[in-house]
């Protein structure tokens, strides 16, 4: 069974940084395109970033919104995909998740950005 | 940069009774695969996103057949045959060709 497990979301101050984490499960990680996707009351579902495997060069690609902020990167060792944010903006409050390129989705977690 | 429009926004749906979801694209989605990498997700109160429905009509692993997808070239549509409680959310299609990909605004179903 496939598992998605986000972890690392919080409070944080408008500025600041967070990593968020997923560690994944029941299949081939190392093979797989991840996806990060926020979901904002407001705004609905918005894509954030995408990474493809290795083996497809590890390729980022990121949404507008978060291009030279956020940063996307894996671990295929450990079978964890991570979502580095850099100066965070109260905008960028949101339940995250992981997904695999859109089949498979975690649970969330919810990144707050407030003073 | 490809732009989905879903129509209805809301969709209000007695038990039992089918319900119909637009998708129209503003470009065409055959990637150059031959394949058309246009998906449907359902996304309850609360809850993760869910796939039901990718390339216009496979239903994914565990979608009720009630569930099914049809369409071709810009023009895209969801239906549920016989609406049911635990149907209630917001349905999004999603195209996955090329990243950022495009999403439907979302439509809510909720029970009439």
């Known amino acids: 069974e496939v598992q998605l497990v986000e972890s690392g979301g919080g409070l944080v101050k408008p500025g600041g940084s967070l990593r968020l984490s997923c560690a994944a499960s029941g299949f081939t990680f190392s093979n797989a395109w991840m996806a990060w996707v926020r979901h904002t009351p407001g705004k609905g579902l918005e894509w954030v970033g995408r990474?493809?495997?290795?083996?497809?060069?590890?390729?980022?690609d990121y949404a507008a919104p978060v291009k030279g902020r956020f940063s996307i990167s894996r671990d295929d060792s450990k079978n964890t995909l991570y979502l580095q944010m850099n100066s965070l903006k109260t905008e960028d409050t949101a339940v995250y998740y992981c997904?695999?390129?859109?089949?498979?989705w975690g649970q969330g977690t919810l990144v707050t950005v407030s003073s | 940069e490809i732009v989905l429009t879903q129509t209805p926004l809301s969709l209000s749906v007695t038990l039992g009774q089918p319900a119909s979801i637009s998708c129209k694209s503003s470009q065409g989605l055959v990637h150059t695969n031959g394949k058309t990498h246009l998906s449907w997700l359902q996304q309850r109160p609360g809850q993760p996103p869910r796939l039901l429905i990718f390339e216009i009509s496979n239903r994914f692993s565990g979608v009720p057949d009630r569930f099914s997808g049809s369409g071709a070239g810009t023009d895209f549509t969801l239906k549920i045959s016989r609406v049911e409680a635990e149907d209630v959310g917001v349905y999004y299609c999603v195209e996955v060709t090329q990243f950022p990909y495009a999403l439907g605004q979302g439509t809510k179903l909720e029970i009439k």
């Open positions: 997904t695999t390129d859109h089949y498979h």
């Open positions: 990474i493809m495997s290795k083996i497809d060069g590890e390729t980022t």
